[in-house]
């Protein structure tokens, strides 16, 4: 479960503005801190298999709001890839 600070602090890398909390842009950064931790937890629990379907789907659900940020504007999706780490 992500902290409400590691919550907060991957909002405001991203967030448009202070009020901003759904933009997709802050999703992808919340889904990004919550793969994490969950990635963490099945390395060391290697059998627990909904926490991997349900990693599986943060990263599916990730990856759908990245395509629709790439689509819609890609300025701002290539400025989230390189904020949050993702891809080379």
């Known amino acids: 479960m992500i902290t409400r600070e590691n919550?907060?602090?991957?909002?405001a890398k991203t967030a448009?503005?202070?009020?901003?909390?759904?933009?997709?842009?802050?999703?992808?950064?919340?889904?990004?801190?919550?793969?994490?931790?969950?990635?963490?937890?099945?390395?060391?629990?290697?059998?627990?298999?909904?926490?991997?379907?349900g990693l599986m789907?943060?990263?599916?659900?990730?990856?759908?709001l990245l395509k629709y940020l790439e689509r819609t504007n890609f300025e701002l999706y290539k400025k989230t890839i390189a904020t949050l780490g993702l891809r080379k």
Do not use: C, Y
Not at 7 to 11: D, E, I, L
Not at 31 to 41: A, D, F, G, P, S
């Open 57 to 64: 789907q943060m990263v599916g659900q990730r990856k759908k």
């Open 7 to 11: 919550k907060a602090k991957a909002m």
């Open 16 to 53: 448009r503005s202070k009020e901003d909390v759904g933009s997709p842009e802050v999703q992808v950064a919340i889904l990004t801190e919550r793969i994490k931790e969950v990635t963490e937890h099945v390395k060391e629990n290697k059998h627990d298999f909904m926490a991997k379907r």
